[in-house]
């Protein structure tokens, strides 16, 4: 079945209050570790999904967009509407998907156990909406009286549902709804309730600030793994030289199987490694007439999708490469950048370093060149 997210980053952040220039605070444009909200949220659905669609106004539109560029899957952009629910009927219609997975932006603490058993529960009963039984003792507003909290559960996101029952559900609703599962009972359909998690908070006020602070921070010492890669490859006549996919001029190539870009399989190695996921030759084999010449950018990509399907992102790489000549470093801008588009990130979680062997060794006697990284990935 083909699931789709459906992520929702329209909303006008009324209770945000303001900046400190006393402009109305955005929450979807706040940066936790350098990343906003929609950010954390792509990447926290990308391994569970075949597609995302990012409902946005027009204050969230750039970042989005940006986002999508760099996603490892199909990601669109689509107009919210004035209410909630007209953002979300905008993104049903913009995706064929046979299940839609509709999450607040807002909850970017989701974890990857909450969307897993969301979208099961649309799989085996056609919707599932994440929820917490209630905890707290409830009052009524005048204190006047308690109200009994059995049997009342908390509903959060993601909600997910058979798309076309979904659609048909929005397209008949009359009235105002504060959530998909609303949308859904007043069609008339059943509603399956999934596990929702006691993080999987909402990010409304200016003190939540704080909190999803330290939970992403605290989640980022835990998850984070190292790996480092190394390659050589011969130098040779009547080869191109390719290094960071820049094919750059010289009068030796590099020689191997494929386009022998040594940096980016260095990158590859420390990536693969650091997800416990073996080496290049195991993934592609240099036995495998399909990899004769191939661009070595192209397996990358396909290693950055490997990575999400496992739950990783990658957080940033450093690099080395061992070469007498020529002389590397006018390209190091635009190998940065195509390592960079390649794994989805930005250029500066990308380092590259050059240095030569002073005429030592294979390296020196331009016999060779060799790279080295290490990479760090985070699991999501």
Not at 6 to 12: P, Q, R
Not at 99 to 108: K, L, Y
Not at 132 to 146: A, E, G, M, Q, V
Not at 162 to 183: C, K, N
Request: hydrophobic share 40%; with cysteine.
């Amino acid at each position: 079945m083909k699931i789709c997210a459906i992520l929702l980053a329209a909303g006008s952040s009324v209770r945000m209050g303001a900046d400190v220039g006393g402009r109305p605070r955005n929450k979807m444009l706040l940066r936790f570790f350098g990343k906003t909200p929609i950010e954390i949220c792509t990447e926290a659905f990308q391994p569970h999904v075949d597609e995302i669609v990012i409902a946005v106004s027009e204050s969230t539109r750039a970042v989005a967009e940006d986002i999508a560029l760099k996603a490892v899957i199909p990601t669109r952009i689509v107009n919210g509407g004035a209410r909630r629910q007209d953002s979300v009927l905008n993104a049903i219609r913009a995706t064929d998907a046979d299940i839609v997975a509709i999450h607040d932006c807002a909850r970017c603490l989701v974890t990857s156990n909450v969307i897993t058993a969301s979208i099961l529960s649309a799989k085996t009963h056609g919707c599932g909406i994440a929820s917490l039984p209630l905890r707290d003792t409830i009052r009524s507003t005048d204190n006047s009286r308690t109200i009994d909290r059995q049997g009342i559960n908390a509903a959060q996101t993601p909600q997910s549902f058979h798309r076309q029952r979904l659609l048909l559900a929005y397209e008949i609703a009359d009235g105002e709804f504060t959530d998909d599962a609303s949308v859904w009972l007043a069609a008339g359909n059943e509603l399956y309730l999934s596990s929702g998690d006691i993080a999987n908070q909402k990010l409304t006020e200016p003190g939540d600030i704080t909190f999803f602070q330290n939970i992403l921070s605290e989640r980022g010492k835990r998850t984070m793994r190292i790996g480092i890669g190394e390659d050589t490859h011969r130098l040779t006549e009547n080869r191109r030289l390719i290094l960071g996919g820049v094919d750059i001029p010289f009068k030796l190539g590099l020689l191997g199987h494929s386009d022998a870009d040594v940096l980016v399989h260095a990158v590859m190695d420390a990536l693969l490694g650091a997800a416990s996921m073996g080496d290049i030759g195991q993934s592609f084999p240099d036995s495998d007439a399909a990899y004769k010449d191939v661009s070595s950018i192209g397996l990358l990509r396909k290693v950055a999708a490997m990575l999400c399907s496992r739950g990783f992102r990658v957080s940033n790489v450093d690099c080395v490469v061992t070469a007498q000549a020529p002389k590397l470093s006018p390209y190091r801008d635009v190998m940065q950048k195509n390592i960079a588009d390649a794994l989805g990130v930005d250029n500066d979680n990308i380092s590259i370093k050059f240095t030569t062997t002073e005429g030592m060794n294979a390296e020196g006697r331009s016999e060779c060149i060799t790279a080295r990284a290490v990479a760090a990935i985070l699991r999501l």
